[in-house]
């Protein structure tokens, strides 16, 4: 185990790194001779480091103009640093970590994160729509997610409360992935990839943009990858019981995808579907170690048709309708007094809905936004029941749970130029949702001022709320052990949050930003694991009670630089404190909540940027377990190596990715449902793509 001064250490290193490299590029940078692009990555230096993003206020605005420390990545970065995920891109980002527990990959926020809590407390969106599923509020980061890592035009995020404008689960910030146009690709492009642990993964995208404006993109691909064959877990190391700790080909994963877009005149059409299978080898849930039939699989398809037109030069309207499908299921086989078992857990839901939106700019220094959405959750059933195959096979059935409702809110939204250089950002939610007895209304207030052409400054104020999900409300085990039972009284989670961020683009590319924040994060969902009361009459024994109350103070501090040669540096350093107000230890420093996050990125090209070079390094400061009171998962630092062609060569284009150089096999956080406090994760790996455009 590192100890603390090992990671103040490691901090005092990454500070003198970044005054060196800072200054480099204070005086290394080449002024930059602008022309009209296309593309997001062709935009002009200036306005790369200062682009338009449509997440803060559901309509395209500058960065700077954003009611929020607003972050993105695009599809350059995407191809420069080989990011394989959702999941990766994400850990690249602002105030942002992912844990993966070898099932799913989670999300933590500014030193916030429940561990098994399935991402519920972010927004996820696809080109601007809903994505979270309508029974645990998932939201999927990993080879689950719906969307391959070639099809993303860029990922916004934004951290902070967003329950002003997009209603429930916007509790810690929201994500839209933003995807690409047929005209992007321009014909048919293949792709094949390999790498360490037996991976593969084979893509075929075909683009097309025709001179009526009709824009076609469709996506199919495979993924594979056995895993590592043995791995260790020492808590499974009982020698004298026949079990070595050893998980034999516990490691598979596959998934398959599609995904489409067809865009014509005002009409623009999107359907996805994702299936995809994981074992699972940490010994979950108290089931069988060691045993291939204990898996997971996740599927998901969605719809969705939009409509935008111009009624008027000043008013604009945009309907849009859609349609959800998921399905869950998972085999946990176990042995209970010599018999043998398997316990079938499945989740399937159905949701669909629409909504309307206004924008105008009728009245003077004023753009508005007047909407309604309505959701209706017409399907969420979980089902739980146990197959006893000896003696004689038979099913148990444990839980039965089936529920449905209406979700329905109305927003409003302006920007109001009070001057040339004061922006005042208001918006208003008044939501309906059928888990809570009470209207929740939500506002956010950002006062933002250009203090000068370079330098901007923005005060932030913003609530947000998050009800509980059918899982957190409905599931139930009714077996005296079971860790699992309704709550038909929980409620809905809050937050409060205050945020101040000023920002300076000197020009040449460059752009620092620094940020002080604050979040109350209150009435939290927790599910209460002290087993004094089992079996008592009144018992709470695994409900999900509004206990819990968080409180984070942080700053973040960030620098980034683009040369017009393709050269880019970028670097943040985010340090926060999340107190865990109902803890009794004397810190009250929340679990899983590192208090530093420190992340590098820099790409050299060469041969006047016909091969790029890139350098990702990854730092994650130390956590407090959940498993061993006071016990600490170390700090760690992954170093990402990444080599691309910019453009292809002869149709070919090849990348080469070196993931973990450093061979470093650092300790992610077990949850509840894990008897490891912590799982340690893969060390180096390789992967090499090959991609072919006709």
């Not at 990766?88 to 916030?112: E, K, P, Q």
């Amino acid at each position: 185990m590192r100890s603390t001064n090992y990671s103040g250490n490691i901090l005092v290193r990454y500070a003198c790194l970044q005054i060196l490299f800072f200054s480099s590029l204070l005086n290394g940078g080449k002024a930059y001779s602008a022309e009209v692009a296309d593309t997001l990555y062709d935009l002009p230096l200036d306005q790369l480091v200062n682009v338009e993003v449509v997440s803060a206020s559901r309509f395209k605005q500058k960065s700077s103009e954003a009611p929020s420390a607003v972050d993105v990545v695009t599809a350059k970065d995407i191809q420069n640093y080989g990011w394989r995920t959702l999941a990766d891109a994400l850990t690249a980002m602002r105030g942002l970590y992912v844990r993966n527990d070898r099932n799913y990959s989670y999300l933590g926020n500014r030193g916030f994160s429940h561990t098994g809590d399935y991402n519920s407390r972010v927004l996820f969106m696809i080109d601007g729509r809903r994505i979270n599923d309508a029974i645990f509020d998932q939201g999927f980061i990993g080879e689950e997610f719906m969307v391959d890592m070639n099809l993303i035009e860029r990922i916004e995020y934004l951290p902070g409360s967003g329950s002003s404008v997009y209603g429930g689960n916007a509790l810690l910030g929201v994500i839209n992935v933003i995807t690409k146009q047929g005209k992007d690709f321009n014909g048919l492009k293949v792709s094949g990839e390999v790498g360490s642990f037996d991976t593969y993964r084979g893509r075929a995208t075909y683009g097309k943009q025709w001179r009526n404006g009709t824009d076609l993109i469709i996506n199919g691909s495979r993924y594979y990858s056995h895993g590592q064959e043995q791995l260790y877990f020492s808590d499974f190391d009982h020698k004298n019981g026949g079990v070595d700790g050893i998980a034999h080909d516990m490691d598979h994963e596959r998934s398959s995808k599609l995904f489409g877009k067809l865009s014509y005149g005002d009409f623009t059409l999107r359907g996805g579907y994702v299936d995809r299978y994981k074992r699972v080898p940490t010994g979950a849930y108290e089931t069988t170690f060691d045993d291939n039939t204990y898996f997971t699989v996740d599927q998901q398809a969605y719809i969705d048709l939009d409509y935008i037109a111009q009624i008027k030069n000043d008013l604009n309207l945009e309907l849009r309708g859609f349609h959800h499908w998921s399905k869950y299921y998972q085999y946990q086989p176990s042995e209970q007094q010599g018999i043998n078992t398997i316990n079938y857990d499945t989740a399937n839901a159905r949701w669909w809905g629409g909504e309307i939106k206004l924008t105008g700019t009728q009245f003077a220094h004023h753009k508005w936004i007047l909407g309604l959405e309505v959701q209706n959750n017409a399907q969420q059933q979980q089902l739980n029941y146990t197959i006893l195959q000896n003696p004689v096979p038979y099913e148990e059935l444990l839980l039965s749970a089936h529920s449905n409702g209406w979700r329905t809110g109305v927003y409003l939204q302006d920007e109001y130029h009070i001057t040339d250089s004061l922006l005042l950002n208001v918006g208003l939610r008044l939501d309906q949702h059928y888990m809570l007895k009470n209207l929740q209304l939500n506002p956010r207030i950002g006062l933002i001022w250009d203090a000068s052409p370079t330098i901007t400054a923005k005060l932030l104020y913003g609530s947000a709320f998050r009800a509980p999900n059918a899982f957190e409300r409905y599931y139930n085990i009714p077996v005296e052990e079971a860790s699992y039972k309704s709550n038909p009284n929980n409620t809905e989670e809050l937050i409060k949050s205050y945020e101040a961020i000023a920002e300076w683009r000197p020009g040449n590319g460059l752009k620092l930003l620094g940020t002080v924040f604050y979040n109350n994060l209150q009435n939290v969902l927790e599910k209460n694991i002290t087993e004094a009361d089992i079996g008592k009459k009144d018992s709470t024994y695994g409900m999900y009670n509004n206990t819990g109350h968080y409180q984070t103070y942080g700053f973040e501090l960030g620098a980034e630089k683009r040369w017009d040669n393709g050269r880019q540096f970028k670097l943040s350093w985010t340090h926060n404190y999340t107190r865990d107000e109902q803890d009794d230890q004397p810190s009250n420093w929340a679990q899983n909540s590192p208090k530093n996050l420190v992340k590098l990125h820099y790409t050299e090209p060469f041969f006047n940027d016909t091969v790029r070079l890139s350098f990702e390094e990854i730092f994650v400061d130390q956590r407090r377990t959940i498993k061993i009171p006071n016990g600490i998962a170390p700090s760690y630092h992954l170093l990402n190596i990444h080599l691309s062609l910019s453009k292809p060569l002869h149709g070919f284009q090849p990348t080469l990715g070196i993931y973990n150089v450093l061979d470093q096999h650092f300790e992610v956080l077990g949850s509840n449902e894990h008897k490891q406090n912590t799982l340690e994760m893969d060390g180096r790996t390789v992967r090499f793509r090959l991609e072919y455009g006709f």
